[in-house]
T-cell receptor, first 111, second 117 residues
Framework: GDSVTQMEGPVTLSEEAFLTINCTYT??????LFWYVQYPGEGLQLLLK?????DKGSNKGFEATYRKETTSFHLEKGSVQVSDSAVYFC??????????FGQGTRLTINP | SAVISQKPSRDICQRGTSLTIQCQVD?????MFWYRQQPGQSLTLIAT?????????ESGFVIDKFPISRPNLTFSTLTVSNMSPEDSSIYLC??????????????FGEGSWLTVV
């Protein structure tokens, strides 16, 4: 079945560092891809999405590009802030079906 | 976007009891999903609840343990029955916003954080 594999955490960076969280997927068709973020003590929020190959999703300084050839959707940010500390989930969705999540990556940003 | 309210937001439950979680959406939606997030883990789909039909459960989840109601297009409940400490989790309701196509966003409630003692 479809699956999502994320870079293992936890990840700890200093403020203003460059961030990459790797995400690769396995799917039989052409899924839509998502990054969700879960801040401490809160529910899940959509961070960004891409629905077809070569699409770039972006929000709050985060970006991710849908790479069909490498089946990847890596999350990047040029300069992280303490407020970016959270758990990040990569997910895919085939058609009108359920979301399939990766295992999550905990990110901690130190001042 | 869809605004989703869940109740209760948090609860501490006694072993062997049951608890019903409510999910209210501010717009009519066809598809609703219930997820579980165990401590430090990712999200696992429990079931899909479509209005007018019985819920569809994922492997490892059964109706007797997690009965679901979907009486209309804006509301659903999930009951966690005969709870044990292993049921301590965040339970999240989610809906598809803006139609049913692949690219449409799935929105989540804030979650119901249950601790079973």
């Amino acid at each position: 079945g479809d699956s999502v594999t994320q870079m293992e955490g936890p990840v700890t960076l200093s403020e203003e560092a460059f961030l990459t969280i790797n995400c690769t997927y396995t799917a039989t068709g052409y899924p839509s891809l998502f990054w969700y973020v879960q801040y401490p003590g809160e529910g899940l929020q959509l961070l960004l999405k891409a629905t077809k190959a070569d699409d770039k999703g972006s929000n709050k300084g985060f970006e991710a590009t849908y790479r069909k050839e490498t089946t990847s959707f890596h999350l990047e940010k040029g300069s992280v802030q303490v407020s970016d500390s959270a758990v990040y989930f990569c997910a895919l969705r085939q058609g009108a079906q359920k979301l399939v999540f990766g295992q999550g990556t905990r990110l901690t940003i130190n001042p | 976007s869809a605004v989703i309210s869940q109740k209760p937001s948090r609860d501490i439950c006694q072993r062997g009891t049951s608890l019903t979680i409510q999910c209210q959406v501010d717009s009519q939606v066809t598809m609703m999903f219930w997820y579980r997030q165990q401590p430090g883990q990712s999200l696992t789909l429990i079931a899909t609840a479509n209005q007018g039909s019985e819920a569809t459960y994922e492997s490892g989840f059964v109706i007797d343990k997690f009965p679901i109601s979907r009486p209309n297009l804006t509301f659903s409940t999930l009951t966690v029955s005969n709870m044990s400490p292993e049921d301590s989790s965040i339970y999240l309701c989610s809906v598809v916003g803006g139609g049913q196509t692949a690219g449409n966003t799935i929105y989540f409630g804030e979650g119901s954080w249950l601790t079973v003692v």
